[in-house]
């Protein structure tokens, strides 16, 4: 199977994507799967993919990638506002179920393997094509098994719900999940798109600025069946060439309880992930953060090109609410960039060599 490559400007990349997908949401003409090939190509090895640091990626259908691309959104169809906010969300379910309205599931490329093998390609039990995208971290996220790892009452609540399901349905034959077990060691960090205090979280990932490349995939398939191999053959690969990071993104705890933040935050201290007069954020600093014009608009930007891009996950243990805005500026400012203007209207100097 002979594998091509496109690399495309920003103005042409989605529009040739799409084009690449219209009317091939089953297996394209000419495409045979693996299986009847006399000799089957090997399937690809993504952890062999380079990729910049602090990227993610995100498995999908076909149609679920033709929908992003003709809104040039990276989001769930359909975020539902009386589903409630991010109070509504919890770690131990999304990593159970998913589906939350609140969340968008996403992995860094480092456990990429993962996502591109058992999502996108390989929902359905028989072949069929899929995509792999690579992406720039989001604008606000959370860890899910860095959560459960730290604080497994975060999951208590979901596994006894679970318990009581299997109790009083008679007809379910596989056992309650180990909830706990099975969050912590999840590859998901969930990009957060839904609304918290009455700020959106959404319409901040779009397609022609973050994100990267698009692997189409040819997948072999579920294996739940034991039928078939759970691989993924690579078809196509799609590479923008004005991607550029993100200018910054949120890291936050998906709880406001503040038993489970208090606990959280010792078990991060006690394993040195924070320092002692460190916190990390919450929804509540997110939606203020958000609230920001400057801030909202600078964060849907691309970093300039001499930088990485800033990923803030921690704020003084000190600092009120009221300051908050104004310390994650200057927090910009001292890691080399400059904001200029007023709204949306803004520009971005790297710093000086």
């Given at each position: 199977?002979?594998?091509?490559?496109?690399?495309?400007?920003?103005?042409?990349?989605?529009?040739?994507?799409?084009?690449?997908?219209?009317g091939?949401?089953?297996?394209?003409?000419?495409?045979?799967?693996?299986?009847?090939?006399?000799?089957?190509?090997?399937?690809?090895?993504?952890?062999?993919?380079?990729?910049?640091?602090?990227?993610?990626?995100?498995?999908?259908?076909?149609?679920?990638?033709?929908?992003?691309?003709?809104?040039?959104?990276?989001?769930?169809k359909?975020c539902?506002?009386?589903?409630?906010?991010l109070?509504?969300?919890?770690?131990?379910?999304?990593?159970?179920?998913?589906?939350?309205?609140?969340?968008?599931?996403?992995?860094?490329?480092?456990?990429?393997?993962?996502?591109?093998?058992?999502?996108?390609?390989?929902?359905?039990?028989?072949?069929g094509?899929?995509a792999?995208?690579?992406?720039?971290?989001?604008?606000?996220?959370?860890?899910?098994?860095?959560?459960?790892?730290?604080?497994?009452?975060?999951?208590?609540?979901?596994?006894?719900?679970?318990?009581?399901?299997?109790?009083?349905?008679?007809?379910?034959l596989?056992?309650?999940?180990?909830?706990?077990?099975?969050?912590?060691?999840?590859?998901?960090?969930s990009?957060?798109?839904?609304?918290?205090?009455?700020?959106?979280?959404?319409?901040?990932?779009?397609?022609?600025?973050?994100?990267h490349?698009?692997?189409?995939?040819?997948g072999?398939?579920?294996?739940?069946?034991?039928?078939?191999?759970t691989?993924?053959?690579?078809?196509?690969?799609?590479?923008?060439?004005?991607?550029?990071t993100?200018?910054?993104?949120?890291?936050?705890?998906?709880?406001?309880?503040?038993?489970?933040?208090?606990?959280?935050h010792?078990?991060y201290?006690?394993?040195?992930?924070?320092?002692?007069?460190?916190?990390?954020?919450?929804?509540?600093?997110?939606?203020?953060?958000?609230?920001?014009?400057?801030?909202?608009?600078?964060?849907?930007?691309?970093a300039p090109?001499?930088?990485?891009?800033?990923?803030?996950?921690?704020?003084p243990?000190?600092?009120?609410?009221?300051?908050?805005?104004?310390?994650?500026?200057?927090?910009?400012k001292?890691?080399?960039?400059?904001?200029?203007g007023q709204?949306?209207?803004?520009?971005?100097?790297?710093?000086?060599?």
């Open positions: 199977m002979s594998i091509s490559s496109t690399l495309l400007p920003k103005q042409l990349f989605r529009s040739q994507v799409l084009s690449s997908l219209c091939q949401i089953g297996i394209p003409p000419g495409v045979k799967s693996p299986f009847f090939f006399n000799k089957p190509a090997s399937p690809w090895k993504i952890e062999e993919v380079p990729y910049e640091k602090n990227q993610f990626c995100r498995g999908m259908t076909v149609a679920q990638l033709k929908h992003l691309l003709e809104i040039n959104q990276l989001t769930q359909g539902p506002k009386e589903f409630g906010g109070q509504k969300s919890n770690i131990a379910s999304q990593a159970l179920r998913g589906g939350d309205p609140n969340l968008l599931s996403m992995s860094k490329m480092e456990n990429g393997s993962f996502i591109a093998n058992h999502y996108g390609a390989n929902r359905h039990i028989y072949p094509l899929g792999l995208i690579v992406t720039s971290p989001p604008a606000v996220f959370t860890d899910l098994p860095k959560q459960a790892k730290a604080c497994e009452a975060m999951c208590i609540e979901e596994q006894q719900y679970s318990l009581q399901e299997q109790l009083f349905d008679t007809e379910k596989q056992p309650s999940p180990d909830i706990i077990n099975l969050t912590q060691n999840c590859a998901e960090q990009a957060v798109i839904g609304h918290h205090e009455g700020v959106d979280f959404s319409g901040l990932f779009d397609i022609d600025n973050h994100v490349k698009i692997y189409f995939l040819l072999t398939g579920r294996s739940a069946s034991g039928l078939f191999a691989k993924s053959y690579l078809l196509h690969r799609f590479t923008n060439e004005n991607y550029a993100r200018a910054f993104s949120l890291e936050i705890a998906l709880t406001t309880s503040k038993a489970y933040l208090e606990k959280l010792d078990s201290k006690n394993e040195g992930i924070i320092k002692s007069d460190e916190r990390i954020l919450t929804p509540d600093d997110a939606a203020i953060i958000l609230a920001d014009p400057e801030l909202r608009a600078y964060i849907a930007m691309p090109q001499s930088s990485e891009g800033l990923i803030i996950d921690t704020l243990n000190d600092l009120e609410q009221v300051e908050l805005s104004q310390y994650i500026k200057w927090r910009l001292e890691t080399g960039f400059t904001i200029t709204g949306n209207r803004m520009s971005v100097e790297s710093p000086t060599s």
